[in-house]
């Protein structure tokens, strides 16, 4: 059974650093495109961008490049996502999804974490 | 970028009525790479149809999709109180992979 499984709510003050993780299991974690999706308060779902474990290749999208880091531990099956310096505007809620395979289906996002609510205020 | 527009952005209907989401794409899509995602209040998206058309495993054959190019739909055939959610399309055809806006199905 695929399971991703995110670490806990942070709350945090602007300027702060923060990594959050998505811890996964029952699939090869090298074999499948894992990425980010942010979810602000009362809106929709914003794709941040994917990652490739086995070579690290990384795609950002235009709107977060630069804003955060992708990262993955392939010993620990689990991917992170990354700020440097927190803005009150990055409040929302994170999910990490995968490509790993469903019915044989291996494009969009098959599986999602259940999500990381990032709180920034000062 | 491709932009995926839904509408309407709120469907209000009754439980076993029929109800239709739209998502239209800026650029054509193979359907390969549109999928449709329910999302209740306080969970995770859930991936309902992938490829366009083909239901993922467990969810009820009730919802069907269809579409081709830069149109695509979702239909629910008969509502079940289950069902009202929030339905978002999403695009992995090309980076930035983008979702649509979404389309809340509420009921009436």
């Known amino acids: 059974e695929v399971q991703l499984v995110q670490s806990g709510a942070e709350v945090k003050k602007p300027g702060e650093s923060l990594k959050i993780s998505c811890k996964t299991s029952?699939?090869?974690?090298?074999?499948?495109?894992i990425g980010w999706v942010r979810q602000m308060p009362g809106k929709g779902l914003e794709w941040l961008g994917i990652?490739?474990?086995?070579?690290?290749?990384?795609i950002y999208s235009p709107s977060f490049q630069g804003q955060v880091t992708f990262s993955a531990d392939n010993s620990i099956n689990t991917a992170y996502l990354q700020w440097r310096s927190l803005k009150a505007s990055d409040t929302a809620i994170y999910y990490c999804?995968?490509?790993?395979?469903?019915?044989?289906?291996?494009?969009?996002?098959?599986?999602w974490g259940q999500g990381t609510l990032v709180t920034v205020s000062a | 970028e491709i932009v995926l527009t839904q509408s309407p952005g709120t469907l209000s209907l009754s439980p076993g009525e029929r109800a239709t989401l739209s998502c239209r794409a800026s650029?054509?899509?193979?359907?390969?790479?549109l999928a449709w995602y329910q999302q209740k209040p306080g969970q995770a998206p859930r991936l309902l149809i992938y490829?366009?058309?083909d239901r993922a495993a467990g969810v009820p054959d009730r919802f069907s999709g269809s579409g081709s190019g830069t149109d695509f739909t979702l239909t629910i055939s008969r509502l079940e109180p289950e069902d009202f959610a929030v339905y978002y399309c999403?695009?992995?055809?090309?980076?930035?992979?983008?979702f649509g806006q979404g389309t809340k199905v509420e009921i009436k």
């Open positions: 999403h695009q992995c055809h090309s980076s930035p992979r983008t």
């Open positions: 650029q054509s899509i193979h359907s390969d790479y």
């Open positions: 490829a366009g058309s």
């Open positions: 999804a995968t490509s790993a395979p469903r019915d044989d289906y291996v494009h969009c996002f098959n599986y």
């Open positions: 990652l490739h474990p086995r070579d690290s290749d990384i």
């Open positions: 029952g699939y090869s974690f090298t074999n499948y495109w």
